[in-house]
């Protein structure tokens, strides 16, 4: 009778402890099945960037020289502006694009593209005024920034003080990114108007972090500014931007764990990635997802692949400084895949990069 009883009462505790895990347990992996996938406009050519307004439009850039807004209920395609300057010879050419934080009142939109400056291919960020149908009223805000048909960089991102992040490519010049005064090889920060913020680490000088390859991938959440950066054949890199840090390109591809790195991780003090690809994947635009629409992508940077072709979403931490997972959707289904774009209803873009007949897609929850 004992053992009868002493049976049953493990037999309960067995079956309510396995239902609290059960009960615990995470939400199952997503599947592309469970997502649903929606061509709101194609026929476009090489579009780079991607931006919500508050009149829930997209804006989006393409790289010859076109900026338009995208009314995703209907698929109509506005054109507000075609920059004439705008010279696209390999990866050069219209690029990065953000509207103002406070677009209705103040309708701002900042450019970056790359231009002809007597004979020298460049790159400057320019500042536009939107009067409603139109750009107009164009204002330099940082010029002379060496260029060439590869390695621009040029995401660009308002934080939530108001300043204006830069992404900066090596252009190919291994000295640059491992030198203060060169303005290619970072991450670069001024104020709206154009100015050095007073709180930059070098006086005078817009270099917020350097020792950067070619980051095309920018986004602030957790209290943190995150990037992504593609390496050359060995180690994309998902990286957190600090202030006045070294991240070792050209010296240290991804982790200092090769012998030959080890020395120079030391000497620069280089920041570590939170994560790195080897093969490489071609890490390009990103954004942060913490929408209830999909549950399972909510604290995730999501990431669009060129190489890859496949739209990457990375799990964090509650404290955003490690990934815990990472999933993989739609791999070669759309192609080339350029920028992301998290909208606020939890809805999700991407822009793919295949040349001719490129397309925006949204992407929601499967009903």
Same mark, same amino acid.
Request: net charge negative; glycine share 8%; with cysteine.
């Given at each position: 009778m004992l053992k009868a009883l002493k049976s049953l009462l493990l037999l309960t505790l067995i079956l309510h402890f396995g239902c609290s895990e059960s009960d615990d347990q995470p939400d199952p992996v997503l599947t592309d099945a469970e997502l649903a996938d929606n061509v709101?406009? @194609?026929?476009?050519? %090489?579009?780079?960037? %991607?931006?919500?307004?508050?009149?829930?439009?997209?804006?989006?850039?393409?790289?010859?020289? &076109?900026?338009? &807004?995208? $009314?995703?209920?209907?698929?109509?395609?506005?054109?507000?502006?075609?920059? @004439?300057?705008?010279d696209a010879r390999g990866e050069g050419g219209l690029l990065g694009m953000a509207l103002h934080p406070n677009f209705s009142t103040t309708p701002d939109v900042f450019l970056v593209y790359n231009y002809d400056k007597a004979g020298s291919y460049s790159q400057k960020v320019v500042k536009y005024r939107f009067n409603g149908t139109a750009l107009t009223s164009p204002v330099v805000l940082l010029d002379n920034i060496p260029a060439t048909n590869i390695h621009n960089g040029s995401r660009l991102l308002i934080s939530p003080d108001m300043k204006l992040f830069i992404t900066t490519g090596d252009a190919g010049d291994y000295f640059a990114p491992q030198n203060i005064n060169s303005l290619n090889g970072k991450v670069l920060r001024?104020? %709206?108007?154009?100015?050095?913020?007073?709180? $930059?680490?070098?006086?005078? =000088?817009?270099?917020?972090?350097?020792?950067?390859?070619?980051?095309?991938?920018?986004? +602030?959440? =957790?209290?943190?500014?995150?990037?992504?950066?593609?390496?050359?054949?060995?180690?994309?890199? *998902? =990286?957190?931007?600090?202030?006045?840090? $070294?991240?070792?390109?050209?010296?240290? !591809?991804? +982790?200092?764990?090769?012998?030959?790195? #080890?020395?120079?991780?030391?000497?620069?003090?280089?920041?570590?990635?939170?994560?790195?690809?080897?093969?490489? *994947?071609?890490?390009?635009?990103? @954004?942060?997802?913490?929408?209830?629409?999909?549950?399972?992508?909510?604290?995730?940077?999501?990431? /669009?692949?060129?190489?890859?072709?496949?739209?990457?979403?990375?799990?964090?931490?509650? /404290?955003?400084?490690?990934?815990?997972?990472? !999933?993989? +959707?739609?791999?070669? /289904?759309?192609? &080339?895949? &350029?920028?992301?774009?998290?909208?606020? !209803?939890? #809805?999700?873009y991407l822009a793919t990069s295949n040349g001719t007949n490129d397309k925006i897609i949204e992407i929601s929850r499967s009903n």
């Open positions: 709101l406009v @194609d026929g476009l050519t %090489l579009p780079w960037e %991607l931006a919500w307004a508050p009149d829930n439009t997209i804006w989006m850039t393409e790289r010859g020289g &076109r900026i338009s &807004r995208l $009314n995703p209920e209907t698929g109509l395609v506005n054109v507000v502006a075609t920059i @004439d300057e705008v001024i104020n %709206l108007d154009g100015s050095i913020p007073a709180d $930059n680490p070098y006086s005078g =000088n817009p270099v917020w972090s350097f020792g950067h390859r070619n980051a095309q991938g920018l986004v +602030f959440a =957790n209290n943190k500014l995150y990037s992504s950066e593609h390496g050359p054949d060995i180690d994309d890199e *998902i =990286n957190i931007i600090q202030k006045a840090r $070294n991240y070792g390109w050209p010296e240290i !591809n991804g +982790f200092c764990d090769e012998e030959e790195e #080890k020395a120079v991780c030391e000497e620069y003090n280089a920041v570590e990635p939170l994560k790195s690809y080897t093969p490489t *994947i071609a890490f390009s635009g990103m @954004d942060y997802y913490n929408n209830g629409q999909i549950p399972q992508w909510k604290n995730s940077l999501l990431i /669009a692949t060129l190489k890859d072709k496949t739209l990457y979403q990375f799990k964090l931490n509650e /404290a955003g400084d490690e990934i815990t997972e990472v !999933n993989e +959707f739609y791999r070669s /289904a759309h192609g &080339r895949l &350029r920028d992301v774009l998290v909208a606020p !209803n939890g #809805k999700v």
